[in-house]
């Protein structure tokens, strides 16, 4: 066992890079469910993000291109929940759950012919003299920038959801969806926007995954990270701040049983990769233990049906 | 009237279709990764249309993909043989038990099953020395690498991958003493994620070798965004990750072996045996060792290699002594298959501990 072998820079450092897919995926499903609206398709709309972007990077050279595009596809294929819940009614539970097997085979099916392709390389921040300052410059400006692109997504959610009036419009929409409507805000458009930003936003985790991290295009390559994202939105109780928290945690947890692996510790290696899992249970059930206080954060609408009867 | 003309049509086309039938052999193939993985698979897939091409309009082939090693093999199995498959070739560790079984049920059906050591009277194993490769890996690994850290990511705790980890250290230590191994189990043949990131990590840890014992290309695409990483291409030549971080590979040939076996069948001469070449007999092949390893490192590994090939070294020489200090092989044993194909130790020198 050598546990100095683990620098302690670098693993800040890569799991920031690690956590990134999760964090926009969990940061836009924030917003979806601050709306009221429980979206379990995650997982298939990132996988959708995953191929789109790939698709879009190989076939224009673009990495950029590949990000709009993923954003878009998470979008579309958003899109569909969006129309069957708000307009057909339909339960939200079952058709997140639809989401996800659909998104999973829809990416298997257009990204046939991408197996084993190299996509572009992705602009990686590259200063100077800045990235070699010693423990700084690798944790915060030697990245790509979808890190950072994530960050600012993160600020800008919980400045947008804290100061200004449309924020607030959309906390009415997900505490009471009547109230809202009876004051005259169009609840439907509201959650239809916020169904299509978490789309784009797990559109774009999924790109992260398969232009980024990996960068390669497989079959279910997210591998249920569309389902720690869920988890890390209710882990942070609805607050973007703790958002960031959960889902460094959780991608810390992922780079570190790799670590210990590497530094020859001899923990048995299925509790280190049950272990994220292990905690999101934890945590599921310390936060429901204190249902008064996790009631409290939770959007009062969040997976009702909204019928505008009168 | 209208359903009796039907089903007289079915039953011609039927037998129609029996009857062309039996002029074909039909041979299938069940495979771990997508065709497309850019090596273990790929290279069976490879050999699959080598065994089209050499027998043409006599032999058809079927395969599926990404077969989950257990039982959900033995479906996709016994679908082919009820398909009518005359051989069928398991490409996989993990599929032995489910072949077995599904031999078990159909005696006239011929079954090959790569890497593993259970036989039937329908049932042959053919293997590769990859561990010879992996003797020719770890010499250029011990004399490229600067930190003295090889990273190495194996799939699953098992004899094969166990061997080739073994072979490694022996040769990469013979040129460089102060060789250590860092080894990740991915537990995995193909997952491109969690590959990137055993490698990013090893790469963190001061390996500046990455070895692979998985399936597709990611740790080389992260030993090439890391900057001065050299690995070596898995199962396939991956040389469109060369001349750097690629410096070389191990490759698969399986077409030699699967003709020869189609032909077996058709000829009516299949029998069941146990197959184990390496470099020797072409099975095992060296991709080109590039313009980034130094001349002298690569007139010694081409000497190393040359003196696999023709069998006057065996990549398992003594002295070498168990992990726990216990004698293995004298000076100048060499080890024998038995030991080799159920290899369940690591050699002495690996800081490492082996998972259950």
């Known amino acids: 066992m050598d546990l100095s072998a683990i620098s302690p820079t670098l693993l800040v450092a ?30 298939g709309m990132m996988i959708t993000g995953a191929i789109c972007g790939f698709a879009a990077a190989v076939l224009t050279g673009s990495p950029m291109i590949g990000f709009v595009c993923a954003a878009l596809g998470g979008a579309t294929i958003s899109l569909v929940f969006a129309v069957l819940t708000q307009y057909f009614l339909s339960n939200q539970v079952a058709t997140g759950l639809a989401l996800t097997l659909f998104g999973l085979g829809l990416s ?11 996509p572009p390389t992705t602009y990686k921040l590259d200063l100077p003299l800045i990235s070699d300052v010693p423990i700084l410059g690798p944790i915060l400006f030697s990245h790509d920038f979808t890190v950072y692109a994530a960050l600012a997504l993160v600020l800008g959610v919980w400045w947008f959801l804290k100061y200004t009036r449309r924020g607030l419009i959309l906390r009415a929409v997900g505490e009471s969806h009547d109230a809202a409507h009876a004051l005259g805000y169009k609840v439907v458009r509201v959650r239809v926007l916020a169904i299509m930003f978490g789309g784009a936003c797990a559109g774009l985790g999924g790109a992260a995954l398969s232009l980024v991290r990996v960068p390669q295009w497989t079959e279910g390559m997210t591998a249920g990270s569309g389902w720690i994202a869920l ?12 958002i960031l ?16 692996q590497a530094a020859g510790v001899s923990i048995p290696v299925e509790y280190l990769s049950m272990s994220p899992y292990l905690i999101t249970i934890i945590v599921l059930v310390a936060m429901s233990a204190n249902r008064a206080k996790s009631a409290l954060n939770a959007p009062a609408a969040l997976g009702r049906v909204f019928h505008a009867s009168r | ?59 058809e082939t079927m395969y599926v993909e990404s077969v989950p090693e257990g039982p959900d093999s033995e479906r996709v199995m016994t679908d082919m043989a009820l398909k009518g498959a005359d051989l069928i070739f398991t490409t996989s560790f993990g599929y032995m038990d489910p072949t ?27 293997s590769a020395r990859f561990y010879e490769g992996r003797a020719v890996q770890g010499h250029i690994a011990g004399h490229m ?18 061997r080739g980890i073994n072979a490694a250290y022996i040769h990469a230590k013979d040129v460089n003493p102060d060789v250590q191994f860092k080894i990740i189990w991915a537990y995995t043949w193909f997952d491109p994620t969690k590959e990137a990131d055993a490698a990013k990590v090893l790469i963190e840890q001061g390996a500046d070798v990455v070895l692979q014992h998985t ?73 080109e060792i590039t313009s980034a390893v130094p001349a002298d490192v690569k007139a010694s590994a081409e000497a190393l290699l040359a003196r696999l090939r023709d069998g006057s070294y065996h990549a398992f020489t003594g002295p070498v002594n168990k992990q726990d200090g216990s004698a293995w092989l004298a000076r100048g044993e060499t080890a024998d298959d038995g030991t080799l194909l159920g290899m369940g130790f690591y050699v002495q020198g690996i800081d490492s501990e082996m998972p259950n």
């Open chain 1, 245 to 260: 928290l959960g889902a460094y945690l959780f991608g810390g947890v992922a780079v570190l049983q790799l670590n210990l």
């Open chain 1, 108 to 118: 298997a099916m257009l990204g046939q012919s991408y197996v084993g392709i190299k």
């Open chain 2, 215 to 287: 399936d597709s290309t990611a740790p080389q695409a992260a030993a090439q965004a890391a900057g001065n990483v050299i690995t070596f291409g898995q199962a396939s030549d991956m040389s469109e990750y060369g001349p750097k971080p690629r410096v070389s590979s191990i490759i698969d040939n399986w077409a030699p072996y699967y003709i020869a076996r189609t032909q077996a069948v058709m000829d009516g001469t299949w029998a069941s045996t146990s197959t184990w070449d390496g470099i020797g007999a072409g099975m095992v092949g060296i991709g």
């Open chain 2, 1 to 59: 009237m209208k359903l009796r003309s039907i089903l007289v049509g079915a039953a011609l086309a039927l037998t129609a279709a029996s009857g062309s039938l039996a002029e074909k052999t039909k041979v299938g193939f069940v495979y771990v990764g997508p065709v497309g993985d850019g090596g273990w698979t790929y290279e069976h897939d490879q050999a699959r249309k080598a065994v089209v091409a050499a027998f043409g309009d006599k032999v």
């Open chain 2, 100 to 126: 077995i079984n599904v031999a078990a049920k159909f005696p006239n059906v011929k079954f090959e099953h790569a890497t593993g050591y259970k036989m039937a009277d329908n049932v042959s194993i053919y």
């Open chain 1, 14 to 43: 890569s799991l920031m890079v690690a956590s990134t897919p999760i964090l926009l995926a969990s940061i836009g499903e924030l917003v979806v469910e601050k709306s009221g609206v429980l979206n379990l398709g995650v997982e």
């Open chain 2, 145 to 162: 690498t600067k930190s003295n850290i090889v990273g190495y990511i194996g799939s699953f705790p098992i004899p094969e991958v166990i």
């Open chain 1, 231 to 242: 988890a890390i939105v209710v882990f942070a109780s609805w607050k973007p701040e703790r």
